[in-house]
């Protein structure tokens, strides 16, 4: 077994932010109240999915530059699973906006971006589908994926600051450091953030290494007949 | 495609001319950016896929993939923007006209203009390379061109109610910006893609 450290680590850390994301100390603050033990899982989730995706425009470049498939195997499932977490992030954005906004989807900018950025990697993956030949399919793919994140990042962190966003950050409300202060709150929030960029990461591993498989076995058919 | 702006404008005209007060300013504006966008979409969509496969060959050895992007950007902002002012016009003679500030108004437009023709440029030429690439067009380029929508939006609709210059600085920086990102981008990405 190598290098199987990180994945004990990923579990301890997961456990870790979930029992202390249950039962640790809290601020009170009015409002959110209780809810704010969400940051842990909502804000986490959603810093985890822009490093992912980061990570994934990386792999991108590199592929640009060097050509190797293995390269765009690593993108690909890195924004599968970065859309994964997007979609949980939204999940449960919602449920904490039901209780504190009174409204599961208010016509937030953040939360409308938010669902645009999720259609544009949504559509990276259907632009994946779409091409028979594999190089052909990774360079096209990755120069849409760069694009992608740079179109990503003004859209979930430019623009809401911009307009008024229920959002901390925007329109007025202080941004996110500023009562982030607590240092109960980021015992448990950056831990979670690691956690879930590895719990992502280990997703992403599985499935590469099953891509790598099914080539070397379609290739075995291919030499075979 | 002036003809295509025409026809649809003419449309919305005969849609709406049952109830014609009931077109607010808001209403006026999305409509005509609405218009504009699907007008940029199916205008620029060509740019790429009609161009023959002995054509390509010819550009590719005559010139540099940095060229022929930067020149594809600049003829279809020239198109975006004829289009867009010849639409504009036909669309204020039919549909009235309640811009209070003109010189914002086409600055918006030209801003505009160029921004639509940078993206959709960019994804045209990776659809072209795709089999099903009409499909693919409308589906990679809407979420894209989303922000960049609303902010003309935005922008447009203080053009309208005649705000003064310094409440709009934010939304042309920004439009500005936008647009210069995606232009570097394009000049950098479309080497990789012209290559295939």
Same mark, same amino acid.
């Given at each position: 077994?190598?290098?199987?450290?990180?994945?004990?680590?990923?579990?301890?850390?997961?456990?870790?932010?979930?029992?202390?994301?249950?039962?640790?100390?809290?601020?009170?603050?009015?409002?959110?109240?209780?809810?704010?033990?969400?940051?842990?899982?909502?804000?986490?989730?959603?810093?985890?999915?822009?490093?992912?995706?980061?990570?994934?425009?990386?792999?991108?470049?590199?592929?640009?530059?060097?050509?190797?498939?293995?390269?765009? =195997?690593?993108?690909?499932?890195?924004?599968?699973?970065?859309?994964? $977490?997007?979609?949980?992030?939204?999940?449960?954005?919602?449920?904490?906006?039901?209780?504190?906004?009174? =409204?599961?989807?208010?016509?937030?900018?953040?939360?409308?971006?938010?669902?645009?950025?999720?259609?544009?990697?949504?559509?990276?993956?259907?632009?994946?589908?779409?091409?028979? =030949?594999?190089?052909?399919?990774?360079?096209?793919?990755?120069?849409?994926?760069?694009?992608? $994140?740079?179109?990503?990042?003004?859209?979930?962190?430019?623009?809401?600051?911009?307009? =008024?966003?229920?959002?901390?950050?925007?329109?007025?409300?202080?941004?996110?450091?500023?009562?982030?202060?607590?240092?109960?709150?980021?015992?448990?929030?950056?831990?979670?953030?690691?956690?879930?960029?590895?719990?992502?990461?280990?997703?992403?591993?599985?499935?590469?290494?099953?891509?790598?498989?099914?080539?070397?076995?379609?290739?075995?058919?291919?030499?075979?007949? | 495609?002036?003809?295509?702006?025409?026809?649809?404008?003419?449309?919305?005209?005969?849609?709406?001319?049952?109830?014609?007060?009931?077109?607010?300013?808001?209403?006026?504006?999305?409509?005509?950016?609405?218009?504009?966008?699907?007008?940029?979409?199916?205008?620029?969509? /060509?740019?790429?896929?009609?161009?023959?496969?002995?054509?390509?060959?010819?550009?590719?050895?005559?010139?540099?993939?940095?060229?022929?992007?930067?020149?594809?950007?600049?003829?279809?902002?020239?198109?975006?923007?004829?289009?867009?002012?010849?639409?504009?016009?036909?669309?204020?003679?039919?549909?009235?006209?309640?811009?209070?500030?003109?010189?914002?108004?086409?600055?918006?437009?030209?801003?505009?203009?160029?921004?639509?023709?940078?993206?959709?440029?960019?994804?045209?030429?990776?659809?072209? /390379?795709?089999?099903?690439?009409?499909?693919?067009?409308?589906?990679?380029?809407?979420?894209?061109?989303?922000?960049?929508?609303?902010?003309?939006?935005?922008?447009? /609709?203080?053009?309208?109610?005649?705000?003064?210059?310094?409440?709009?600085?934010?939304?042309?920086?920004?439009?500005?910006?936008?647009?210069?990102?995606?232009?570097?981008?394009?000049?950098?990405?479309?080497?990789?893609?012209?290559?295939?």
């Amino acid at each position: 077994m190598r290098k199987i450290w990180w994945k004990i680590l990923c579990i301890v850390i997961i456990f870790y932010v979930i029992i202390m994301g249950l039962m640790g100390p809290v601020p009170r603050l009015p409002i959110i109240n209780e809810s704010i033990r969400n940051t842990y899982f909502h804000v986490a989730l959603w810093f985890a999915m822009t490093i992912l995706l980061f990570t994934s425009m990386i792999f991108s470049i590199k592929y640009l530059n060097k050509g190797l498939i293995k390269d765009d =195997d690593v993108a690909s499932e890195l924004a599968k699973s970065a859309i994964f $977490f997007g979609i949980l992030g939204c999940l449960t954005g919602s449920t904490w906006a039901n209780y504190t906004w009174g =409204d599961p989807w208010p016509n937030d900018p953040k939360l409308n971006g938010a669902a645009i950025g999720i259609l544009i990697y949504l559509a990276y993956l259907l632009l994946r589908s779409s091409f028979e =030949d594999e190089q052909r399919k990774a360079r096209i793919s990755s120069v849409y994926n760069i694009f992608a $994140f740079a179109v990503f990042v003004p859209i979930i962190y430019i623009l809401p600051r911009l307009t =008024d966003s229920l959002h901390p950050g925007s329109g007025g409300n202080s941004t996110f450091g500023s009562y982030d202060i607590d240092n109960d709150i980021r015992k448990v929030l950056y831990p979670a953030v690691i956690g879930y960029v590895l719990l992502g990461l280990w997703f992403a591993e599985l499935r590469i290494r099953m891509k790598i498989i099914n080539r070397v076995r379609e290739e075995q058919v291919a030499s075979n007949r | 495609m002036l003809l295509y702006v025409v026809s649809t404008v003419f449309v919305c005209y005969l849609s709406f001319n049952l109830r014609r007060n009931q077109l607010t300013p808001i209403v006026w504006n999305t409509l005509f950016w609405i218009i504009l966008l699907f007008t940029a979409v199916n205008a620029i969509a /060509k740019s790429f896929s009609q161009e023959r496969y002995g054509r390509l060959l010819y550009y590719y050895n005559l010139c540099s993939p940095q060229a022929i992007i930067i020149s594809k950007i600049v003829y279809n902002s020239f198109i975006m923007l004829l289009l867009s002012t010849f639409g504009f016009i036909f669309y204020a003679f039919v549909m009235g006209n309640p811009v209070g500030d003109m010189g914002l108004f086409s600055i918006c437009m030209l801003l505009a203009a160029i921004g639509f023709a940078s993206v959709l440029t960019l994804v045209a030429g990776i659809a072209s /390379k795709a089999d099903n690439s009409a499909t693919l067009m409308a589906v990679l380029s809407f979420p894209i061109i989303i922000p960049m929508l609303l902010m003309t939006i935005r922008l447009a /609709k203080n053009a309208l109610d005649g705000l003064d210059w310094s409440v709009s600085t934010d939304e042309i920086s920004t439009l500005l910006s936008i647009d210069l990102i995606v232009i570097t981008l394009s000049y950098l990405l479309f080497p990789y893609l012209w290559r295939s």
